[in-house]
């Protein structure tokens, strides 16, 4: 199956800073990345959808400027939690797909902790 | 956001037994498909089903794409240790923007 990256895998950080995840498909272009953010024993929840080149869609009760999503090329997407709180600390995912109907492929997540 | 109704929320079985679990929706979907996440991992792809009716096998996985598009099963046979953990189904709305709906999960624990 199709690789995908994600980095760092486990982040800790002061209430107020902002921390950038990356999410990169190594194998593959991916014409739409997604990222999720999962509580424990919860499921993924939908934050929102990235395009190459234009603008995230964000799901209903996401902020945008407190969720930026860069997704600058077709192998690039990054998320960054600006001034992060502890409210903020959870498990976020990001997955692509090569397209609508086609199959959706993981990172293996990043653990959020902010203190 | 919008959710999958998933069941059976949790499962306790011995080793051998067969697992089945399922997925519905009151809406129809173009795609499914069914992960399996460990703790602190992302989730694996298992199985993808692209048509109403398909039956598709993963080694002991088999799962099938509901005849209504609003359903579909997954069944572990001769469950193993290995096989706990958290299931998910996923599915691809048939109309509106293009994204996927996660189900509530099934976790799974096989007891030796």
């Known amino acids: 199956g199709a690789v995908v990256s994600q980095h760092p895998s486990r982040v800790i950080c002061k209430s107020g800073t902002s921390v950038k995840i990356e999410c990169r498909s190594l194998?593959?272009?991916?014409?739409?990345m997604f990222w999720y953010r999962q509580f424990p024993k919860q499921s993924l929840m939908l934050m929102a959808t990235?395009?190459?080149?234009?603008?995230?869609?964000?799901e209903q009760g996401v902020e945008k400027d407190k969720f930026l999503i860069n997704h600058a090329s077709l192998t690039l997407s990054t998320l960054t939690v600006t001034s992060a709180h502890p409210e903020d600390s959870s498990f976020y995912i990001c997955?692509?797909?090569?397209?609508?109907?086609?199959?959706?492929?993981f990172g293996s997540g990043t653990q959020l902790s902010v203190l | 956001g919008q959710q999958l109704n998933q069941s059976p929320q949790s499962m306790f079985i011995q080793e051998g037994e067969d697992v089945s679990m399922n997925c519905t929706s009151s809406?129809?979907?173009?795609?499914w498909l069914w992960y399996k996440q460990d703790p602190g991992e992302g989730p694996v792809l298992l199985i993808a089903l692209y048509k109403a009716g398909e039956l598709t096998s993963n080694g002991r996985l088999t799962a099938q794409f509901g005849i209504t598009r609003k359903d579909s099963f997954l069944n572990i046979s001769a469950s193993i240790p290995s096989d706990v953990g958290i299931y998910f189904c996923?599915?691809?709305?048939?109309?509106?923007?293009?994204?996927?709906?996660f189900g509530t999960g099934t976790r799974l624990k096989v007891l030796a």
């Open positions: 990235s395009n190459e080149g234009s603008k995230a869609t964000y």
């Open positions: 997955s692509a797909s090569t397209g609508p109907n086609e199959k959706l492929f």
């Open positions: 194998d593959f272009q991916a014409t739409t």
């Open positions: 996923a599915g691809h709305i048939a109309s509106g923007t293009y994204k996927y709906i």
């Open positions: 809406s129809i979907f173009n795609t």
